[in-house]
Structures are given as structure tokens and as C-alpha cells.
């Protein structure tokens, strides 16, 4: 794996126990929504890259979830939980297709 | 002889010392990060504040070492609920570098490599309440804490000591950072434990 990128920031050095693939989001967000969003195929409105939200690389030992494109490291999905308010932000996601299972 | 547990790594605090509501005490440091760890060398490293006028002052990290530090002694304090007591600093008070800066703003966005931000008002970054925290327990300050430097403001919540730190924006306007701006607290005060919006 990749695990050191080069950006006009400086160099990053991905440690491979800072994050958890984005089927972490799952439980999170099925408190939120009545579907499974973690098989969803999200794009990214960084770079455009597209894939399902389980490929998101999720940062959770943060005060919230920071998922971001496995990509170009950009923030696509962030959720905070807090005592009666989820706040959800998808700015970084251009658009989701959620699979809905077959039509009865 | 048996062997004796260490014990209980308990939530009380030592004796004389306070916790803010609704958080606990650990021994270790706890690493958060909302993302990949910039790792940004002394050479490259540059801190910039700019004023609302677009004033820009800039050190380099030869500038920065240049100028008198300060070694606070401090307790952290996390959103997520731990708090850490005695932890020992090295770094440059904000006061040095905000001497020579004239600004009429009220509000700062702190700017990290990696793109992170956090918002304070100015007033929080004056008189001796915040630092560019360089080293760390007698050590440089490693990559995972916010090193080559971090900004340290410890009468708020952790996540307003931006890790990382590259600039700061001084705004006649508030404007919320990363965290701010999805439902945590504008202002963070551990004390009043404001940790989300309406706290």
C-alpha cells in the first residue's frame, strides 16, 4: 500500500492504525438513515475518484468520524454525535447512488 | 512475592487538583486526529498571521527559535473527556508574536498543515494564555502531537490547540473552524463544559 504522499502542504506519512475503513461509518449512520449508506457508491468532489463509502478512509479517534477519499486524502463525509443532535456534512461528497434492493 | 497490581488507572484526580465536568484523568497522551499526520520539516515550516487588512507576517522556523520561549506548565483538557495534569511545554508566547501587529480584529482562525482550523476569539491568544508550542517534555515536539510546532491555548478544550499549526487569520468576524462548524462549541470553556452548540 501507499503510504506516503507528497502534497503542497508537505509530506504526510499515513500510519496504517490511524484510521478504519469506512464500514466503520455503518452503525453511525444507521441511526440516521434507514439504508445501508456504507455499500452507497459516493464521488468524491475533490478529485472525482468514485467508490463505495466502505473504501473511505475513517478517522473515529477524533471528537467526530472525519471519513476521507482513499484517494486524494480529502475530507468526503464528517459526523458528530452529539447527546440529541447527529450533524452530518457531505460537502466533500458530489453525489451518493444508494442501492435500494430489488422492486417488489 | 505476588505480584501487585498497579491498580485501578483511576478517574480521580491527584489531590489538589481540579477536573473540569464531566471529564477523567489519564496518565498517558491520547493521539486524535481527524487525519493523516503532515510531517513538515524545519526547513519547510513557515507561520504566518494575517491581519484584516491582509497584513502578513511571516517566521520561518530559524526566526521562530530566534525569539525568547516561555516553558508553561499546563493541564489539557479534551472534548472526548480526558483530561491530562503538569504537562510541560516549550514555546513562544503568542503576546511576542502578536507585539508588533496591528489589527483591529476581534476573532482568529487557526490554519494547520493538512488543511484543519479552529476559531478563538483574539482576546483568548493575548496575556499570556497561549503559546506555538515547540517541544514537548523536555523533547521536540513529535509529528503525532502536532509537531514541528502546535498551538497551545489551554483554558479551552484541546481541539482549539491546532496541531500542526501554519497560520493564523485575525477577522473582524467570527468564523467557525473545522470542528465549530459541525456542531461542536464556538467557544469551548471545559470549565462550563461547552462542548456542543448551546452548551
Redesign the interface.
Known amino acids: 500500500m501507499d503510504t506516503d504522499?507528497t502534497s503542497a502542504?508537505?509530506?504526510?506519512?499515513?500510519?496504517e492504525t490511524?484510521y478504519e475503513d469506512g464500514n466503520t461509518l455503518g452503525g453511525p449512520l444507521s441511526e440516521i438513515f434507514a439504508v445501508d449508506l456504507t455499500a452507497a457508491v459516493g464521488r468524491c468532489a475533490g478529485c472525482g475518484a468514485t467508490g463505495p463509502l466502505a473504501r473511505l478512509r475513517v478517522?473515529d479517534?477524533?471528537?467526530?468520524l472525519?471519513a476521507?477519499c482513499p484517494d486524494c486524502?480529502r475530507?468526503v463525509l464528517?459526523l458528530?454525535r452529539?447527546?440529541d443532535?447527529a450533524?452530518l456534512?457531505l460537502q466533500g461528497a458530489a453525489s451518493l447512488a444508494i442501492p435500494l434492493g430489488g422492486r417488489g | 512475592m505476588a505480584i501487585i497490581s498497579r491498580g485501578f488507572h483511576g478517574r480521580r484526580p491527584a489531590p489538589g487538583r481540579n477536573l473540569p465536568p464531566g471529564q477523567y484523568e489519564v496518565h498517558d497522551f491520547p493521539v486524535l486526529s481527524a487525519g493523516p499526520t503532515p510531517h513538515v520539516t524545519h526547513d519547510e515550516w513557515e507561520f504566518t498571521l494575517t491581519t484584516e487588512t491582509s497584513a502578513r507576517h511571516t517566521w520561518d522556523w530559524a526566526e521562530l527559535m530566534a525569539l525568547p520561549a516561555e516553558t508553561p506548565t499546563v493541564d489539557l483538557h479534551c472534548v472526548t473527556k480526558w483530561s491530562k495534569f503538569g504537562t510541560h511545554w516549550e514555546g513562544v508566547s503568542l503576546d511576542t508574536l502578536l507585539a508588533d501587529v496591528e489589527t483591529a480584529a476581534d476573532f482568529a482562525l487557526v490554519h494547520s498543515y493538512g488543511g484543519y482550523t479552529t476559531n478563538l476569539p483574539l482576546a483568548d491568544l493575548l496575556d499570556g494564555q497561549a503559546w506555538i508550542a515547540h517541544r514537548y517534555d523536555g523533547e521536540e515536539l513529535a509529528p503525532e502531537h502536532g509537531g514541528p510546532a502546535r498551538l497551545l491555548v489551554p483554558h479551552l478544550y484541546l481541539w482549539k490547540s491546532a496541531k500542526w499549526v501554519r497560520g493564523i487569520e485575525l477577522l473582524l468576524d467570527d468564523e467557525p473552524g473545522f470542528w465549530e462548524g459541525l456542531g461542536y462549541h464556538s467557544y469551548g470553556d471545559p470549565w462550563r463544559e461547552q462542548r456542543y452548540q448551546g452548551d
Do not use: N
Open positions: 504522499r502542504q508537505g509530506t504526510y506519512e499515513e500510519y490511524a478517522y479517534r477524533a471528537p467526530g472525519v476521507r486524502s475530507v464528517r458528530v452529539g447527546p443532535t450533524w456534512d
